[in-house]
């Protein structure tokens, strides 16, 4: 420690003999991602640091040793009020045994600023004082006024930094926990200080993971980690000393993830810290206890009925009450005991997969089993299916395909639709938290395994009750209005919720498709449906080419399929275009590669997709120290305008390849690409 020590204060000396103003090599800048904005909104400042090579600054906790950087606004006009600085994910820099956390080459920290609604139009100068330590093998102080002016008017009007805004809003911490995210104490206390460790559930396991502690009064988290991965799991553990009050209840930071040759993302968090015994469990303690949560898991469960994960099976559920009020008694309650069965067989599985987790050593969780992608990708088809069916795309029966096998476990109101209606119900509930079911579970799942068995079934008896009084009451039935030709309509309309159901699922399990993840699933999705039309309108409804019609089913199902469950890589790194960044990569004589693009314009999606974010070309950018950078012109930007007449091109696509010479004229690629073309254009550019 003591060697350590003095080590950082070797280091670390010489700031205090160097002239800030006269010394340091790092640019300040001020960028606006607004030129005009209207009273009431808010526009967003962006400090940019440019560092020299191997130079770096701080993160807002700095670590064992550095400095933050701050901003000090001057003569600020009345009617602005400023935020927190959103500071993006940092790098832990290791030297002498001292660890910080940094930013090298370059770093935009965000401001918001907020503007009044009375504020009076006309231009507005931002002014700021920033200072800073930047550190390479010794450290200088840095200092400098920036400033910068919009004009407050009738309409907003993106600057032509904005670019540079979203790709640092891209490298910012997500305010979103890591899956099954769960803080204990870890060990006996010493003196004042004790071990606290995390467990989450990665989202990337080929992903190398750290915490980054955020700065605390009146306690010191440590910048070291021990990290540990097993089952599925990975274990961060820091060390945590108290300097004045008790020990804290919350414990946060952001839990960075970082990938080989990828820029590092974060999640931040704040959660809550238990006192550990053995694992993440601790024992049962008194009865009253028992019988109070497990009061509360019932009414968690009945609770669940009106939340909106389970509303669309509820409509299910009362358009099957109203097809069977017309049937005897004895088959409504028959009817009801088997949904009830489905659902808490289907607790029953839940709480043995809790078990089994728990014997494993790692930490169970509610709607544990929505954390793995194949199972949520499982209930999007399925809803799919079902809100197709609503819709009368096609009709389920127990005849024909898996597709018609699986509809008719839906839609039936016999014995086998009640009980997977139960299944439905349960699978679609766990993601949803209802008032009373966070802290019965959360107590559930300290708890031995008797334990936790009986509180999954007081919450599917409550899930499942409000039917099963139903089938028992049959008179009630009497309320419901009888069967007619308003039931068509009504089950149609139906439909809608359960086709919101399926737009959420989509937004759970786009984002693990990739960069493009919104488009190829839909895509799928698209497939998908039409698979099915095809199968209700021509096999099940139509009288000939029914074999043709299977065979183009089979084949919208797999490349549904193909798309669906394609796997993502490690893309390129890309960077903002801009003039500054082409001139700043050519005077370092390293090739560079442009994509002008935009969202909307598909063939630039099929150029990248086919020949630029393919393994060749990625290995050959890396071999090469290559630059890559991309011009989004998805909201039109007047300098990508500029720079695409000056190349004769209306519009996007257009790929340049800049040669290392710093003086030849960039190579234009064709507009339909190859892998071939490019990796002839990047070797054409190191020659």
Same mark, same amino acid.
């Given at each position: 420690?003591?060697?350590?020590?003095?080590?950082?204060?070797?280091?670390?000396?010489?700031?205090?003999?160097?002239?800030?103003?006269?010394?340091?090599?790092?640019?300040?800048?001020?960028?606006?991602?607004?030129?005009?904005?209207?009273?009431?909104?808010?526009?967003?400042?962006?400090?940019?640091?440019?560092?020299?090579e191997?130079?770096?600054?701080?993160?807002?906790?700095?670590?064992?040793?550095?400095?933050?950087?701050?901003?000090?606004?001057?003569?600020?006009?009345?009617?602005?009020?400023?935020?927190?600085?959103?500071?993006?994910?940092?790098?832990?820099?290791?030297?002498?045994?001292?660890?910080?956390?940094?930013?090298?080459?370059?770093v935009?920290?965000?401001?918001?600023?907020?503007?009044?609604?009375?504020?009076?139009?006309?231009?507005?100068?931002?002014?700021?004082?920033?200072?800073?330590?930047?550190?390479?093998?010794?450290?200088?102080?840095?200092?400098?006024?920036v400033?910068?002016?919009?004009?407050?008017?009738?309409?907003?009007?993106?600057?032509?930094?904005?670019?540079?805004?979203?790709f640092?809003?891209?490298?910012?911490?997500?305010?979103?926990?890591?899956?099954?995210?769960?803080?204990?104490?870890?060990?006996?206390?010493?003196?004042?200080?004790?071990?606290?460790?995390?467990?989450?559930?990665?989202?990337?396991?080929?992903?190398?993971?750290?915490?980054?502690?955020?700065?605390?009064?009146?306690?010191?988290?440590?910048?070291?980690?021990?990290?540990k991965?097993?089952?599925?799991?990975?274990?961060?553990?820091?060390?945590?000393?108290?300097?004045?009050?008790?020990?804290?209840?919350?414990?946060?930071?952001?839990?960075?993830?970082k990938?080989?040759?990828?820029?590092?993302?974060?999640?931040?968090?704040?959660?809550?810290?238990?006192?550990?015994?053995?694992?993440?469990?601790?024992?049962?303690?008194?009865?009253?206890?028992?019988?109070?949560?497990?009061?509360?898991?019932?009414?968690?469960?009945?609770?669940l009925?009106?939340?909106?994960?389970?509303?669309?099976?509820?409509?299910?559920?009362?358009?099957?009450?109203?097809?069977?009020?017309?049937?005897?008694?004895?088959?409504?309650r028959?009817?009801?005991?088997?949904?009830?069965?489905?659902?808490?067989?289907?607790?029953?599985?839940?709480?043995?997969?809790?078990?089994?987790?728990?014997?494993?050593?790692?930490?169970?969780?509610?709607?544990?089993?929505?954390?793995?992608?194949?199972?949520?990708?499982?209930?999007?088809?399925?809803?799919? $299916? &079902? #809100?197709?069916?609503?819709?009368?795309?096609?009709?389920?029966? /127990?005849?024909?395909? !898996? @597709?018609g096998? %699986?509809? +008719?476990?839906?839609?039936?109101?016999?014995?086998?639709?009640?009980?997977?209606?139960?299944?439905?119900?349960?699978?679609?509930?766990?993601?949803?938290?209802?008032?009373?079911?966070?802290?019965?579970?959360?107590?559930?799942?300290?708890?031995?395994?008797?334990?936790?068995?009986?509180m999954?079934?007081?919450?599917?008896?409550?899930?499942?009750?409000?039917?099963?009084?139903?089938?028992?009451?049959?008179?009630?039935?009497?309320?419901?209005?009888?069967?007619?030709?308003?039931?068509?309509?009504?089950?149609?309309?139906?439909?809608?919720?359960?086709?919101?159901?399926?737009?959420?699922?989509f937004? $759970? &399990? #786009?984002?693990?498709?990739?960069?493009?993840?919104?488009?190829? /699933?839909g895509l799928? !999705? @698209?497939?998908? %449906?039409? +698979?099915?039309?095809?199968?209700?309108?021509?096999?099940?409804r139509?009288?000939?080419?029914?074999?043709?019609?299977?065979?183009?089913?089979?084949?919208?199902?797999?490349?549904?399929?193909?798309?669906?469950?394609?796997?993502?890589?490690?893309?390129?790194?890309?960077?903002?275009?801009?003039?500054?960044?082409?001139?700043?990569?050519?005077?370092?004589?390293?090739?560079?590669?442009?994509?002008?693009?935009?969202?909307?314009?598909?063939?630039?999606?099929?150029?990248?997709?086919?020949?630029?974010?393919?393994?060749?070309?990625?290995?050959?950018?890396?071999?090469?120290?290559?630059?890559?950078?991309?011009?989004?012109?998805?909201?039109?930007?007047?300098?990508?305008?500029?720079? /695409?007449?000056?190349?004769?091109?209306?519009?996007?696509?257009?790929?340049?390849?800049?040669?290392?010479?710093?003086?030849?004229?960039?190579?234009?690629?064709?507009?339909?690409?190859?892998?071939?073309?490019?990796?002839?254009?990047?070797?054409?550019?190191?020659?």
């Open positions: 420690m003591i060697c350590r020590w003095l080590a950082a204060f070797v280091v670390f000396l010489p700031v205090a003999f160097l002239s800030a103003q006269d010394s340091a090599g790092s640019k300040a800048t001020l960028f606006l991602d607004a030129d005009e904005v209207r009273p009431g909104e808010t526009v967003m400042a962006g400090l940019r640091l440019q560092m020299p191997k130079w770096h600054t701080y993160w807002r906790n700095p670590g064992e040793s550095g400095e933050a950087t701050t901003i000090e606004w001057l003569d600020l006009p009345k009617g602005i009020s400023v935020g927190a600085i959103q500071w993006p994910v940092p790098e832990r820099h290791d030297i002498f045994d001292t660890i910080t956390f940094v930013y090298h080459g370059e935009m920290l965000l401001v918001p600023l907020q503007i009044a609604p009375d504020f009076k139009p006309g231009n507005v100068e931002l002014k700021a004082k920033v200072n800073w330590l930047e550190c390479e093998e010794i450290c200088v102080l840095g200092k400098a006024t400033a910068a002016t919009f004009e407050v008017g009738a309409k907003r009007r993106h600057s032509k930094e904005a670019q540079r805004f979203d640092w809003k891209k490298r910012m911490p997500v305010a979103v926990a890591p899956a099954g995210l769960k803080a204990a104490w870890n060990g006996p206390v010493t003196g004042k200080k004790r071990s606290v460790r995390i467990e989450f559930t990665p989202s990337d396991p080929a992903a190398a993971y750290d915490w980054f502690p955020l700065a605390n009064e009146g306690i010191d988290v440590s910048a070291r980690t021990e990290i991965t097993a089952a599925g799991r990975v274990t961060l553990a820091k060390s945590v000393e108290v300097k004045a009050g008790k020990w804290p209840e919350q414990i946060g930071g952001i839990i960075v993830a990938l080989l040759n990828g820029a590092p993302t974060g999640h931040e968090f704040s959660v809550a810290v238990v006192e550990q015994t053995a694992g993440l469990a601790g024992p049962t303690k008194s009865k009253g206890e028992f019988w109070t949560m497990l009061l509360l898991a019932f009414l968690g469960g009945l609770i009925n009106i939340m909106p994960c389970v509303l669309p099976v509820i409509a299910l559920k009362v358009l099957g009450f109203v097809q069977q009020s017309k049937d005897s008694p004895e088959h409504v028959r009817l009801g005991l088997i949904y009830t069965l489905g659902v808490v067989a289907s607790f029953l599985v839940l709480a043995g997969f809790v078990v089994g987790v728990q014997k494993a050593g790692d930490a169970a969780s509610w709607g544990m089993q929505m954390q793995y992608p194949g199972f949520r990708l499982t209930m999007l088809a399925v809803v799919t $299916l &079902v #809100a197709l069916n609503l819709f009368g795309v096609f009709e389920m029966n /127990l005849s024909g395909s !898996l @597709t096998a %699986a509809g +008719a476990l839906i839609s039936r109101q016999g014995e086998t639709g009640a009980f997977f209606n139960g299944v439905l119900a349960t699978a679609l509930a766990t993601p949803c938290t209802a008032p009373f079911l966070a802290p019965a579970l959360g107590y559930a799942f300290t708890q031995p395994p008797s334990v936790v068995v009986v999954f079934v007081g919450v599917g008896l409550g899930l499942a009750s409000p039917y099963l009084v139903l089938s028992f009451r049959p008179d009630w039935l009497r309320f419901l209005p009888k069967p007619g030709a308003w039931m068509e309509k009504f089950k149609i309309a139906m439909g809608f919720p359960m086709l919101a159901t399926v737009v959420w699922l937004s $759970l &399990v #786009a984002p693990t498709q990739g960069e493009d993840g919104v488009l190829v /699933l799928a !999705l @698209t497939l998908f %449906a039409l +698979a099915v039309w095809i199968w209700g309108e021509f096999v099940q139509g009288e000939s080419r029914r074999g043709l019609a299977l065979v183009i089913c089979a084949a919208l199902l797999s490349g549904s399929g193909y798309l669906a469950l394609g796997k993502s890589t490690v893309g390129i790194d890309w960077q903002p275009w801009s003039e500054e960044a082409v001139a700043k990569a050519r005077m370092e004589k390293r090739p560079v590669l442009v994509d002008f693009t935009a969202q909307w314009c598909l063939t630039c999606k099929a150029n990248k997709k086919s020949s630029i974010e393919v393994e060749s070309v990625r290995n050959k950018l890396k071999e090469l120290g290559a630059v890559a950078l991309i011009a989004d012109n998805t909201n039109k930007r007047e300098d990508i305008a500029e720079e /695409l007449a000056k190349f004769q091109r209306a519009g996007v696509p257009m790929v340049l390849v800049y040669s290392r010479d710093g003086s030849s004229p960039p190579k234009v690629l064709p507009t339909l690409l190859t892998p071939g073309i490019v990796l002839e254009a990047l070797d054409w550019a190191v020659k």
